[in-house]
């Protein structure tokens, strides 16, 4: 394999590895909002261990996607050198306002999350969790601000060989950055909410501590009535992007090889598609589906793959699948919703066996249905780094591929013991439960003079 293969399978791996993360992180710092203002208005102390209990887990997370995310920073500059030459004035800045807006935003309030319970009164507790949680969204905002310009570049200029900005506002606000943002932040939130349902489902079915994982269960669910059809709506409305801007990409998700000239396009529920012969072997249509999600017509026209060069267009039998799964478990979120809503009308929703193990089995999707989303995102966007403007064969590091592979074996050996790692003190705190005994905080702290004269007495 070359350079070029090698480099993408690197940045591949490491980017798959540490989406993880910070999915989880951001999902479960608006829990944890959601927990504290409960113990905030109704004052009961279980509100406040379920807190302490949530915070564990997000904290593990937050230490392994701060580490994993620095290396793919890294990457650009030792996998992609070229491509960091020529972006460097729309992706510096961009990069750049991450650390200083959000990551240290994160990081200066994460300390008063975690350890400020008996330092500082409850309302400043209430607002660190908070700023931590706007900081995790605001974070994936400027990251997806920046993939989602690579996507639809705008806002510049070319100029002997790198892209100059023209219109900030432009780079950042580009064509589909808020519909990447309005995706993936519900998808962490979808995927974070089934996370703390299926954990606590299974702590329910083994009979521990059943007043306190029926409470998180029940917010975890209240929340993921929200999320699971919010999510099939950002779903739709990424799809339309890619019909505007990304006609090739779409193609590819939907093996669509044909312009339709008469009548509407169909939509392929499945196939088996052959790049080489320029057709499906087998497939399974819904005959003017495709024109009616993209066009919201029954014979609007859609682009076929012949329409663009060989060389230009992504590989379609990946963006098939990756997509289909994808789609098919957030609609699987959305069934496990509506059976809840049958079983809360009816008062089973703790206590029904089948439903509960189902929320156990459920529960890791939404990080396949992130990883999936990104495989289609990502290769949908080839062979371009930036969408019809600069291909990825041009980006690369000028380096032997030998220097690639061998530090991708490294990379093979380092990531799977940091999983290792992290699912060791995850399953620890998992074992250890909930602290049902340590003394509740004071309802506030002595401010101003009392303080002063508090620490005299002392």
């Known amino acids: ?241 890619v019909y505007r801007y990304q006609p090739a990409k779409l193609a590819a998700i939907e093996a669509h090889w044909e312009t339709n000239t008469t009548g509407g396009a169909p939509y392929t529920i499945v196939a088996l598609p052959n790049a080489k012969e320029e057709r499906n072997f087998f497939e399974i249509t819904i005959p003017h589906g495709l024109s009616l999600l993209v066009t919201h017509s029954l014979n609007g026209q859609v682009k076929g793959l012949k329409e663009f060069p060989p060389q230009d267009r992504p590989n379609v039998l990946v963006l098939f699948w990756s997509f289909r799964f994808m789609v098919a478990i957030g609609f699987v979120f959305l069934l496990v919703m509506g059976w809840a809503a049958l079983l809360w009308r009816k008062g089973r929703l703790y206590t029904y066996r089948p439903f509960l193990w189902a929320l156990v089995i459920v529960h890791p999707l939404g990080f396949l249905a992130t990883e999936l989303g990104w495989i289609t995102t990502e290769m949908g966007r080839q062979p371009w780094i930036v969408y019809n403007v600069m291909r990825t064969s041009e980006g690369i590091s000028p380096i032997p591929a030998g220097n690639v592979l061998w530090s991708l074996g490294l990379f093979m050996v380092v990531l799977p013991a940091i999983g290792a790692t992290y699912f060791y003190y995850l399953l620890k705190a998992l074992r250890r439960g909930p602290d049902l005994s340590s003394p509740i905080p004071p309802i506030q702290r002595p401010i101003g003079r009392q303080a002063l004269s508090g620490a005299k007495t002392e």
């Open 1 to 241: 394999m070359d350079v070029l293969h090698l480099s993408r399978i690197q940045f591949a791996v490491t980017t798959m590895f540490h989406i993880l993360f910070p999915t989880l992180t951001i999902g479960l710092s608006l829990y944890l909002v959601v927990v504290e203002l409960l113990w905030l208005q109704k004052k009961q102390e279980i509100y406040y261990r379920m807190y302490r209990f949530w915070v564990k887990i997000f904290a593990i997370n937050f230490a392994i996607g701060a580490v994993s995310g620095i290396v793919l920073e890294f990457e650009f500059g030792t996998n992609f050198s070229r491509f960091s030459q020529a972006v460097a004035n729309v992706f510096s800045p961009l990069l750049a306002f991450e650390v200083l807006t959000a990551f240290f935003l994160e990081a200066g309030f994460l300390g008063i999350m975690i350890f400020g319970w008996t330092r500082v009164r409850r309302e400043i507790h209430f607002l660190a969790t908070c700023l931590v949680c706007f900081g995790t969204i605001l974070s994936s905002f400027w990251i997806l601000a920046a993939n989602s310009w690579m996507q639809t570049p705008a806002g510049f200029e070319w100029v002997n060989g790198k892209f100059m900005v023209k219109d900030f506002m432009t780079v950042i606000f580009n064509p589909s950055t808020h519909t990447r943002i309005g995706h993936m932040v519900v998808a962490s939130f979808e995927t974070s909410v089934f996370v703390v349902a299926g954990l606590s489902a299974y702590f329910l079915l083994k009979g521990k501590h059943l007043d306190f994982f029926g409470r998180s269960l029940g917010i975890a669910l209240a929340m993921a009535a929200l999320f699971a059809p919010l999510q099939i709506f950002w779903g739709d409305r990424s799809g339309l992007d």
